[in-house]
């Protein structure tokens, strides 16, 4: 995984440009939190990190947490 879902095989056979490579970290350990799985990264700060990448790529990167924020977030804006 990496941050944004940057980088990725440029040998991995496919037919979409964005569908070979890395998924995005930030996605993943959402994922990992949402199932109670503790990973002991900081979830917060790695959006923004995900988002400091975008700033300087500049263009839009993969994440869809990074964009929307996490279900905690939702969660505790719902009440």
Do not use: W
């Not at 350990?29 to 990448?53: F, K, N, P, S, Y």
């Amino acid at each position: 995984s990496s941050i944004g879902g940057l980088g990725g095989c440029p040998f991995a056979p496919h037919k979409n440009r964005l569908a070979a490579g890395n998924i995005c970290t930030e996605d993943m350990v959402h994922l990992c939190h949402e199932l109670g799985i503790e990973t002991g990264i900081d979830l917060d700060a790695l959006i923004e990190a995900a988002l400091l990448a975008e700033n300087i790529v500049s263009r839009p990167l993969m994440g869809r947490v990074m964009h929307s924020g996490s279900l905690r977030e939702y969660r505790a804006g719902a009440g």
